[in-house]
């Protein structure tokens, strides 16, 4: 896992759930890690995973 950013991609492989499945929780902040943002209000969004928040919401490292 990179230290610095996270993809939704490779948290989906990690947590062996679909890409789509970590797009939503996040758009619908169900996900405690990271955020999905919509600039202009269409259907695009951009989403950023919190690392340290990401390992520690699978129990990978201390709080």
């Known amino acids: 896992m ?3 950013r996270i993809s939704v991609a ?3 492989k990690i947590m062996g759930v ?3 499945f970590i797009r ?3 758009q619908r902040n ?4 990271g955020f999905a943002t919509n600039m202009g209000g ?3 969004y951009t989403y950023y995973i919190n690392p340290k928040e990401f ?3 699978l ?3 201390k709080s």
């Open 2 to 4: 990179s230290s610095k």
């Open 10 to 12: 490779e948290a989906a």
């Open 18 to 20: 679909s890409p789509q």
């Open 24 to 26: 939503i929780g996040l």
């Open 30 to 33: 169900l996900l405690p890690f």
């Open 42 to 44: 269409g259907c695009r």
């Open 55 to 57: 390992q520690e919401y």
């Open 59 to 61: 129990g990978l490292s």
